[in-house]
Structure formats: C-alpha cells, structure tokens
C-alpha cells in the first residue's frame, strides 16, 4: 500500500503589509496600465507585495532587484529578495540574500527566521535550527520562530521535541490552529492516536475548511480501526476538494476494511480517474476483484500495476494466486519466482511457490520452499506440517518425524500433523505409536477416518487398531 498520510503546507510569512488600501489600489492600476519604470522605493514595495500576495513570484523579483538599485543598504529590501527567491525554489541564492540582510541588520530576529526555512529547504538541518535559536535569542517569545523550530524538529523525526515547543506555542496562544494541526501529526507518530484525534478536532474547529486535516484524520482513524468514522473523514475531505486521490484511495481501503468490497472497488477506480498511474489503486483492485472471485479481472488489474512499476512483486504474488485459483499452475510460479527475485525475506510468498512446485511434482524444490518459510516464520505450524509430509513422501522419515512434531508442538490439535505422524511411525514400524497418533488424528478430525480407511483397507483388522473404528 501505498502510505499517504499528510500534505505539508507552505507556512511562509507574508511581507508587511501597512500601506492603505487606495494607495495599493492605485498602483495596481499603474502596474495595469503598464508602468514597469517605477522609481519610488515605498510604491516598489507595495508592487512587490501585490505580486508576492498573488504568487507572481517573478514579477516580485523584478520590482525586488529595482528596489535593491535604490536601497542597496536595506536589509528589509534583502529578505523581500531572499523570500521570493525561496518561493522560486532559488534556496542558495535566497541563503545569500538573507545573509546579506544579516550584514545590514544583524539582530533583526525575522531574518534569521526567514534564513532558517530556507536552510531547511536545503536539507541543512542542523543549521537551520542553529537559525531559528538565534532568532529566539533574539526575542525568547516570538512565535514563528519556535513554531518553525518545532517543525524543522519534527521533519528530524524528533517527535517528542517538537511536542514539546508546539505545546508551549499552545499554552500562549490556545488559538494557533497550524500548531495544533502539526501537533496532531506528531501525537500520529508518536502512536498517541486518541490525542492525534483531539489536536486534528481542535485544529477544525478553527479551521474546518482544511482538507488536509480531514484526510490526515482519517489516516488517524483509519488505524485505530474506527473504519466507519474514517469513512466519514474522508467524505469531509473530498467534500472540500473532490480531486483528492490520497482521500479517495485510502476510503477505498477503509470500505475494504469493512468487507464492502464494491465501494472500495468505487473508489479505486475514481483515484485512477484522477491519477491514472497509481500503481497502489490498480493493486487494490486487482485484491478486491480477487476476493470477489473474479480472477480473470483481478489478473488485468495486476498486470496494469505491474506494467507500470516493474518492481511491484506484490502484484506478482496477486496475479500468481489468481492463476492458482484458476489452475494455471505454471504461470503461477513463474509470478511467484519475479516475486521472490524482487523479495526474499516474505513467507507466505515462498509458501505459495512451494505449494506450486509441489502441485507441479517438483517435491525437492517444495522442499527448499517450506524451509524457507520456517526459517522466516518458525511458529508457523502448517508450513512444519507441509514440510514434513512431503519429506515423507520422498521418504526421508526420520527428517519428516522432526518437521511434523515440531508442528504438532505448535499446533496440538491440528489432526492432519497427528494423521502425518501416524503414518511416519507406521512405516517405521512404530505401530503403537502410530495408532496413538491416528488416535489423536481422528479425535481432533473425524474426517481423517475416511481417509485412513481409503489408504490402509487392510489395517482395520490388526489388533492395534480395531478399537479406533469401533462405532
């Protein structure tokens, strides 16, 4: 499965914005008219502001390299430079800007905060918390900066940390909903999922138009196994915004989840609408169509997983069970060996090639499969009980005996294991051990009687046995 489990925000501060609402008006009717030559340092601001406002983020560079030629000096006019820079994905020459800034006004704390993101966006971690302490240096109080800090934290997968400066930001101000929405995304980390649940709740109630927060919260739901709820997230979600695929996939599984596999089945193919190269949705559907017994469908939609993520070795040992389940043996383990040549540390994959080998007459590779599977999962009685009997029929008894009480150790009342070991200890001449061990066979699953009777006509007449069919 594909795991989408948030949306990061930009939380760039804005420029300052303190000019009236007529001036900026009439030079955004002078920007109209086409009067790129502007002069005036405080109208070039406001031109900068517009653009920057409106993401017209090469336009706000142009104005910003005009204002520079008039205040060269100004390091405001330097962090106007190095924001915009930052939104144009330019971060070394943002990093320049703001340190330029810096040479004019060391203690402004803004700065540093600005200076931070953008190391942040370099992957320069350590540095930009260097950034935002120097901004708190500055001024202990200021909320951008511990609020940025705690995020930088929270990327380093620092969680508790990053609880712990969102929760001051929260006991200042109760009202910083971003705060809360982040801190309900580290309590999800954290395995806090009920006070996830809470920060997500408090930061809609501020903000209830966030659909990055109804998803995130269903995520939440989603895996404290409230798949109703979670349902009803997503729907929040993609009420704000249909053209969600991450809502409309993970609905999709919370509908599998409650075994209502058709409107799962809805709303993977509406994710595929929206992005059709979604390999976890096309995955998806191949198992939904799988568990309604339609093979033949489940097998396209593998392949088209397949087709476009060559490395997909789950689709692999989805598309190889449904040729299973339609006899075609042989395809089945070719899937099963792309699978296992993609991922060898996964059992229930050797299991499967090894019941296929074993269904193709290839007992000595079915071997080598169901060790596999108990080396990777020791406790898995079944696989000790394949192991052992198809040992037994390559007659190597006394490794099968090992295998078989080894599952019977697992699993006591599994009959089939006892039924194994009966017929081992018979052929070992063993014979009141063998009949002690049909006996416990046909305690645990009468149905084995039959079966005996078909393959021993004779034995119900030796002494040892006669009392396991009497009526």
Same mark, same amino acid.
């Given at each position: 499965?594909?795991?989408?489990?948030?949306?990061?925000?930009?939380?760039?501060?804005?420029?300052?914005?303190?000019?009236?609402?007529?001036?900026?008006?009439?030079?955004?009717?002078?920007?109209?008219?086409?009067?790129?030559?502007?002069?005036?340092?405080?109208?070039?601001?406001?031109?900068?502001?517009?653009?920057?406002?409106?993401?017209?983020?090469?336009?706000?560079?142009?104005?910003?390299?005009?204002?520079?030629?008039?205040?060269?000096?100004?390091?405001?006019?330097?962090?106007?430079?190095?924001?915009?820079?930052?939104?144009?994905?330019?971060?070394?020459?943002?990093?320049?800007?703001?340190?330029?800034?810096?040479?004019?006004?060391?203690?402004?704390?803004?700065?540093?905060? @600005? /200076? %931070? !993101?953008? +190391?942040?966006?370099?992957?320069?971690?350590?540095? $930009?918390? *260097? #950034?935002?302490?120097? =901004? &708190?240096?500055?001024?202990?109080?200021?909320?951008?900066?511990?609020?940025?800090?705690?995020?930088?934290?929270?990327?380093?997968?620092?969680?508790?940390?990053?609880?712990?400066?969102?929760?001051?930001?929260?006991?200042?101000?109760?009202?910083?909903?971003?705060?809360?929405?982040?801190?309900?995304?580290?309590?999800?980390?954290?395995?806090?999922?009920?006070?996830?649940?809470?920060?997500?709740?408090?930061?809609?109630?501020?903000?209830?138009?966030?659909?990055?927060?109804?998803? @995130? /919260? %269903? !995520?939440? +739901?989603?895996?404290?196994?409230?798949?109703?709820? $979670?349902? *009803? #997230?997503?729907?929040? =979600? &993609?009420?704000?915004?249909?053209?969600?695929?991450?809502?409309?996939?993970?609905?999709?599984?919370?509908?599998?989840?409650?075994?209502?596999?058709?409107?799962?089945?809805?709303?993977?193919?509406?994710?595929?609408?929206?992005?059709?190269?979604?390999?976890?949705?096309?995955?998806?559907?191949?198992?939904?169509?799988?568990?309604?017994?339609?093979?033949?469908?489940?097998?396209?939609?593998?392949?088209?997983?397949?087709?476009?993520?060559?490395?997909?070795?789950?689709?692999?040992?989805? /598309? %190889?069970?449904?040729?299973?389940?339609?006899?075609?043996?042989?395809?089945?383990?070719?899937?099963?060996?792309? =699978? &296992?040549?993609?991922?060898?540390?996964?059992?229930?994959?050797?299991?499967?090639?090894?019941?296929?080998?074993?269904?193709?007459?290839?007992?000595?590779?079915?071997?080598?499969?169901?060790?596999?599977?108990?080396?990777?999962?020791?406790?898995?009685?079944?696989?000790?009980?394949?192991?052992?009997?198809?040992?037994?029929?390559?007659?190597?008894?006394?490794?099968?005996?090992?295998?078989?009480?080894?599952?019977?150790?697992?699993?006591?009342?599994?009959?089939?294991?006892?039924?194994? /070991? %009966?017929?081992?200890?018979?052929?070992?001449?063993?014979?009141?051990?063998?009949?002690?061990?049909?006996?416990? =066979?046909?305690?645990?699953?009468?149905?084995?009687?039959?079966?005996?009777?078909?393959?021993?006509?004779?034995?119900?007449?030796?002494?040892?046995?006669?009392?396991?069919?009497?009526?």
């Amino acid at each position: 499965m594909a795991n989408f489990d948030r949306f990061d925000d930009d939380d760039v501060p804005r420029l300052p914005n303190d000019r009236s609402d007529d001036e900026v008006q009439r030079f955004r009717d002078s920007l109209k008219s086409g009067a790129r030559d502007i002069n005036n340092p405080e109208a070039l601001e406001e031109i900068i502001q517009f653009y920057y406002e409106h993401e017209k983020f090469e336009e706000a560079l142009y104005y910003a390299d005009r204002l520079i030629s008039f205040e060269p000096y100004s390091s405001d006019a330097w962090q106007r430079k190095g924001m915009i820079l930052n939104n144009l994905l330019k971060y070394d020459e943002a990093l320049e800007c703001f340190d330029k800034a810096l040479t004019y006004n060391p203690t402004d704390p803004e700065i540093f905060i @600005n /200076r %931070g !993101i953008t +190391l942040d966006n370099l992957n320069k971690v350590e540095e $930009s918390l *260097e #950034s935002f302490e120097d =901004a &708190l240096r500055l001024d202990p109080i200021n909320e951008d900066a511990l609020f940025h800090k705690a995020v930088t934290l929270e990327k380093q997968e620092k969680f508790d940390d990053a609880v712990g400066v969102f929760q001051h930001i929260l006991t200042e101000n109760p009202d910083h909903k971003d705060a809360w929405y982040e801190l309900g995304y580290c309590y999800d980390f954290l395995d806090k999922l009920e006070d996830s649940i809470r920060c997500y709740g408090e930061h809609l109630d501020r903000d209830p138009y966030n659909y990055n927060a109804w998803y @995130n /919260r %269903g !995520i939440v +739901l989603n895996r404290m196994g409230d798949y109703s709820k $979670s349902i *009803e #997230s997503y729907e929040m =979600a &993609l009420a704000i915004k249909e053209d969600f695929p991450s809502a409309w996939y993970n609905m999709g599984n919370a509908y599998a989840n409650l075994g209502r596999v058709p409107d799962a089945v809805n709303c993977y193919k509406t994710t595929l609408k929206l992005d059709p190269n979604d390999v976890p949705a096309y995955h998806n559907l191949g198992n939904a169509y799988e568990e309604m017994g339609e093979n033949d469908k489940a097998i396209g939609y593998f392949t088209q997983a397949i087709k476009r993520d060559k490395t997909h070795y789950e689709s692999y040992f989805g /598309r %190889g069970c449904c040729y299973d389940a339609l006899d075609q043996t042989k395809k089945a383990l070719a899937d099963y060996k792309r =699978a &296992l040549a993609l991922c060898k540390d996964y059992p229930e994959l050797w299991y499967a090639k090894a019941d296929a080998d074993y269904n193709l007459g290839n007992l000595q590779e079915s071997i080598a499969g169901y060790r596999m599977v108990v080396k990777l999962d020791t406790k898995n009685a079944e696989a000790w009980y394949d192991l052992g009997d198809t040992l037994r029929e390559l007659g190597r008894l006394e490794e099968g005996l090992k295998a078989i009480n080894e599952s019977i150790s697992l699993l006591p009342n599994f009959g089939p294991s006892h039924y194994c /070991r %009966g017929k081992i200890l018979l052929e070992l001449n063993d014979t009141k051990g063998a009949k002690d061990a049909f006996e416990a =066979a046909f305690q645990f699953d009468p149905e084995l009687k039959k079966e005996f009777k078909k393959e021993y006509p004779n034995t119900g007449s030796f002494r040892f046995f006669f009392n396991l069919f009497r009526s």
